[in-house]
């Protein structure tokens, strides 16, 4: 199953790969590449319209530790990379704190 954001609610259901009504396409081999690619050119939601480009997940595919952000800000947009402004900064030394190398995240 797909997870497609539908207003304010999330329901599941199957993409056709053509099916653009939703501003969305989910790649039929939903690798972390294809989606990567899918991301990078998705209008699903109002968020692409003020960004630079999309900012991926990025570290190993399998790490055991995966983090997630709420939204890119300013530094990430630019940069093209998560977890690179202040909070980024921030986050850094709280891995460090708890022994996490940020490098074997994803």
């Given at each position: 199953m797909v997870f497609i954001r539908h207003g304010?609610?999330?329901r599941t259901g199957r993409v056709?790969?053509?099916?653009?009504?939703?501003?969305?396409?989910?790649?039929?081999?939903p690798t972390v590449g294809a989606?990567?690619?899918?991301?990078?050119?998705c209008t699903g939601c109002d968020l692409y319209k003020n960004a630079t480009q999309t900012v991926f997940g990025e570290g190993p595919e399998r790490a055991r530790v995966m983090l997630v952000g709420e939204q890119?800000?300013?530094?990430?947009d630019l940069a093209g990379?998560?977890?690179?402004?202040?909070?980024g900064r921030l986050l850094d030394r709280c891995l460090v704190e708890a022994g996490i190398d940020r490098k074997q995240t994803y």
């Open positions: 304010l609610r999330y056709n790969e053509d099916d653009t009504r939703l501003g969305v396409q989910i790649p039929s081999q989606l990567r690619d899918a991301a990078a050119r890119p800000g300013d530094a990430e990379h998560p977890f690179v402004g202040p909070a």
